[in-house]
Nanobody
Framework: QVQLVESGGGSVQAEGSLRLSCTAS????????LAWFRQAPGEERKGVAT???????HYVDSVMGRFTISKENDKNTLFLDMDKLVPEDTAMYFC??????????????????WGQGTQVTVIS
């Protein structure tokens, strides 16, 4: 099974940028569909961006054009590049993996593996 560890979170001014990383061990990320989810205090975990096993990427409307999900197979790492951040992006961000061809952003329960999360705080 795969273990996931996120990094790269922090505090940033509105309109700033951050790059989140999710480094995998125990297995190659090539076997999985991958995604980033986020959870703000008092709210349920919500999908942000997903990368299907065939490389197709999908985003929720609120981050479209601002966030980019990508993967470097040589580093066995998933990334989330976040630009033009707004306070509403403040949340704990989690990477997730599913041993199937796609991972639905609307169904966190379909993920098989989760990282521990990294906090992103956007200051207005």
């Amino acid at each position: 099974q795969v273990q996931l560890v996120e990094s790269g979170g922090g505090s940033v001014q509105a309109e700033g940028s951050l790059r989140l990383s999710c480094t995998a061990s125990g297995d190659t990320l090539r076997r999985y569909s991958l995604a980033w989810f986020r959870q703000a205090p008092g709210e349920e975990r919500k999908g942000v961006a997903t990368l299907y096993r065939d490389g197709e990427a999908h985003y929720v409307d609120s981050v479209m054009g601002r966030f980019t999900i990508s993967k470097e197979n040589d580093k066995n790492t998933l990334f989330l590049d976040m630009d033009k951040l707004v306070p509403e992006d403040t949340a704990m961000y989690f990477c997730a993996a599913a041993a199937r061809s796609f991972l639905s952003l609307s169904s966190p329960s379909t993920a098989n593996y989760w990282g521990q999360g990294t906090q992103v705080t956007v200051i207005s």
